[in-house]
């Protein structure tokens, strides 16, 4: 089975920069997915780790490290539009994705 | 634009009385995938298609059935809703399941059942 914990809640200010961290055990790992969800909404792709690394796209980066079983959702230049949620999920064999509890961004003015 | 759509975005039921969620897809994916994702909680996926081959997960209760006419079309059915079904219902698709970069899911908007 699949386990992932990240933080349940942070909170920041306007242009600020926020980490969200992700840990997880496994059976069988493909990578490490990032979604977002605004409240009443869809979950909407960010990024996706497959090797270890860093990946960036825009304001968002993220970075797998498959050995420590560690990934992390960097938010950079915070704006108001980014208060969400942010799940980490893990892919696994069948494409089945796996998600974290959510880590609940508010952004303060 | 190509996309996920679902319908209705809002539905209320009766305690054991049957309703049907519905999902269409524009991306012309293979597969397509139904998660339930109750209030404050992650989305957990129920099952999903890969064209016509259903894929229960072993944790889905026996009240939840799924259907796949066609390739843009997949219904999730309950059928006797309890109080404990209230949630957001997200239908998803992929190109493949070969679990590769190129097999992002993309998500519909969500169909929130009230139970009542």
């Known amino acids: 089975g699949q386990s992932l914990e990240q933080p349940s809640e942070v909170t920041a200010v306007e242009g600020a920069i926020v980490q969200i961290n992700c840990t997880y055990q496994?059976?069988?790992?493909?990578?490490l997915s990032w979604y977002q969800q605004h409240d009443g909404g869809a979950p909407t792709f960010l990024s996706y780790?497959?090797?270890?690394g860093l990946e960036e796209t825009g304001r968002f980066s993220s970075f797998l490290s498959r050995s420590d079983s560690y990934g992390y959702l960097l938010l950079q230049e915070l704006q108001m539009k980014d208060s969400a949620s942010y799940f980490c999920a893990v892919k696994a064999a069948g494409n089945k994705l796996t998600f974290g509890g959510g880590t609940r961004v508010l952004v303060k003015p | 634009d190509a996309m996920v759509i679902q319908n209705p975005r809002y539905q209320v039921t009766q305690f054991g009385k049957p309703v049907t969620l519905s999902c269409s897809q524009t991306?012309?994916?293979?597969?397509m995938y139904w998660y339930q994702q109750k209030s404050s909680q992650a989305p957990k996926l129920l099952f999903h298609y890969y064209d016509k081959d259903f894929n229960n997960e072993a944790d889905t209760p026996d009240n939840f059935q799924s259907r796949r006419p066609n390739t843009s079309f997949c219904f999730l059915d309950i059928r006797s809703p309890g109080l404990g079904d209230a949630a957001m219902y997200l239908c998803?698709?992929?190109?493949?399941?070969?679990?590769?970069?190129?097999?992002?899911?993309?998500f519909g908007p969500g169909t929130r059942l009230t139970v009542l």
């Open positions: 780790n497959g090797l270890d």
């Open positions: 496994t059976s069988g790992f493909y990578g």
């Open positions: 991306l012309n994916h293979n597969v």
């Open positions: 998803a698709t992929s190109r493949s399941t070969s679990g590769g970069r190129t097999d992002t899911q993309y």
